[in-house]
């Protein structure tokens, strides 16, 4: 089984088959196209994003059903042909697809979330990508529920 280094986990085994590839990085990191998502019992809803790449590289992210229940995301083509999604099919968020905001943490300011460009995930193949959508209308610092507020996520 294969084995990464963390800077913030430490050492983790994954299998091959938990990799997401992610063909163009994401945008300031084109570089890192590989990653696992790592759930923690203790911090849940949160889901982190380590890179196999650079051990210091983790986001942090949470579904975005999470911070909003009724969340629609907006699929260009470009984003189905980088995805590799059938575009005469409308992928399910959850079933085909996870759907992921990335959480930003500032000094002396309450944690937000990027709505606009989330983290897709296609379960189907492993194939992710940040998916720009300035469209939708959503916010790139929208505030992250916090106790009570949160919803639950399946």
Known sequence: ??????????????????????????????????????????????????????????????PVFVVDPA?????????????DLAPELAPQIGSDILCLALVTVSKG????????????LNLRNRKGGQVIQPSAGYSVRHPLPTGEDLVPCS
Do not use: W
């Open 1 to 62: 089984m294969p084995r990464l280094v963390s800077k913030y986990f430490g050492e983790l085994d994954y299998s091959a088959d938990s990799v997401f590839q992610f063909l163009e990085g994401i945008p300031a990191f084109e570089d890192q196209t590989a990653f696992v998502f790592l759930d923690q019992p203790q911090t849940h809803p949160l889901v982190f994003m380590q890179s196999l790449r650079d051990p210091g590289l983790c986001f942090i992210s949470v």
């Open 109 to 120: 300011a309450d944690p937000t979330v990027n709505l606009a460009s989330p983290v897709v």
């Open 71 to 83: 969340y629609r995301l907006d699929l260009v083509s470009e984003d189905f042909v980088s995805l």
